[in-house]
């Protein structure tokens, strides 16, 4: 017969942009496994991971079984790696970060999750409902200012509505206001940091140095933390938006001319979190949705994340799940028991 059991202690390294769902899918996860955890938060979000852990302690959960470490995240991350009492680490962060933990994992041979990069692809079909696409998109990629990890990242449209999609994309998202998020009317805050901003700000530069078109002009505000979106057409591989994740409101068009290109140039990244496509074809929905190298998919939804799927990445966007019934198997290890001549 084949058992499942908890792997041990667990370690997870959480990011800032989500600091407390974060937390709750990976910790949920193991303690339903019988795992304990011990969480390191980002050191620009402790403060949700302290009270998670104090009012799971309220609830009843052990505080030896869900403890939260803060504190230089380097120093921290290695000893999680090299420290033999912990027998699993699952981490949501950058891909570069990823591929260090996944090099000091050799020391001890330990269990990963690795949640990383994304670079989302959105593709708009000339078959699509131009309406819904837009609607779409303004949802997904202005969510959280465009801080998340499935924040749709390159927009590719057929050649043939690419100039009426882009059109009322512009109209929509010239409506959107920025300001302090607590103001009923305000669609976009601010980025995490004036530095983010900053960060943001030079790959738009660097889309413009070389050409790209800036259909509706943004940037940084000042020095502050605020970024105004910002459009771009005439864009190409060669630009740091379409190869790196942007994570800020800059929106790369780019145009394709059949269905097998636009999954092609959808699949040209090493990411392969989330990817986002329009159609109302159903033999186009299989051979895309098939086609899209990632661990995601949403057809004709902004929105895929949702508890009871299964979340994770293909190539340098990470594997292992969290979420869904698969989630918990992230914590546990499947015992195979050969039985013979037991009376």
């Known amino acids: 017969m084949v058992i499942k059991q908890p792997i041990g202690v667990a370690a997870a390294i959480t990011p800032w942009n989500f600091p407390s769902s974060m937390l709750a899918r990976k910790a949920g996860a193991a303690l339903a496994a019988g795992c304990a955890m011990i969480i390191k938060p980002s050191s620009e979000t402790p403060f949700s991971a302290i009270a998670f852990t104090y009012l799971a302690q309220q609830a009843g959960i052990p505080k030896e079984l869900l403890s939260v470490v803060t504190g230089n995240s380097s120093q921290i991350g290695s000893h999680f790696m090299k420290n033999p009492l912990i027998s699993k680490l699952s981490f949501t962060g950058s891909t570069a970060v990823g591929k260090i933990l996944m090099a000091q994992s050799g020391h001890t041979v330990k269990k990963l999750s690795l949640e990383l990069g994304g670079n989302a692809p959105f593709v708009v079909f000339n078959d699509a409902n131009i309406d819904d696409a837009v609607a779409g998109l303004v949802t997904a990629k202005f969510r959280n200012c465009g801080q998340t990890c499935?924040?749709?990242?390159?927009?590719?449209?057929?050649?043939?509505?690419?100039?009426?999609?882009?059109?009322?994309?512009?109209?929509?998202?010239?409506?959107?206001?920025?300001?302090?998020?607590?103001?009923?009317?305000?669609?976009?805050?601010?980025?995490?940091?004036?530095?983010?901003?900053?960060?943001?700000?030079?790959?738009?530069e660097d889309a413009i140095t070389k050409r790209a078109t800036e259909v509706l002009k943004g940037g940084q505000i000042g020095d502050s933390s605020f970024?105004?979106?910002?459009?771009?057409?005439?864009?190409?591989?060669?630009?740091?938006?379409?190869?790196?994740?942007?994570?800020?409101?800059?929106?790369?068009?780019?145009?394709?001319?059949?269905?097998?290109?636009?999954?092609?140039?959808?699949?040209?990244?090493?990411?392969?979190?989330?990817?986002?496509?329009?159609?109302?074809?159903?033999?186009?929905?299989?051979?895309?949705?098939?086609?899209?190298?990632?661990?995601?998919?949403?057809?004709?939804?902004p929105i895929i994340s949702t508890a009871e799927a299964p979340f994770g990445g293909w190539k340098e966007s990470g594997f292992g799940i969290e979420g869904s019934r698969y989630g918990i198997d992230e914590y546990m290890l499947k015992k195979y028991i050969c039985i013979s001549n037991v009376e």
């Open 227 to 301: 970024f105004k979106p910002s459009i771009l057409t005439n864009v190409n591989m060669n630009m740091l938006c379409v190869n790196e994740e942007i994570f800020g409101p800059i929106v790369p068009i780019i145009i394709f001319d059949n269905v097998q290109q636009g999954i092609d140039m959808a699949n040209d990244v090493q990411y392969g979190l989330a990817s986002y496509f329009y159609t109302n074809d159903l033999k186009k929905t299989f051979q895309v949705s098939e086609g899209l190298k990632s661990g995601m998919v949403g057809l004709n939804t």
């Open 150 to 204: 499935i924040t749709p990242n390159r927009i590719y449209l057929q050649s043939s509505i690419a100039q009426e999609f882009t059109n009322k994309f512009k109209e929509e998202v010239e409506k959107l206001k920025i300001g302090d998020g607590k103001e009923n009317d305000v669609s976009i805050g601010p980025l995490v940091s004036a530095k983010a901003a900053n960060d943001v700000q030079k790959i738009l």
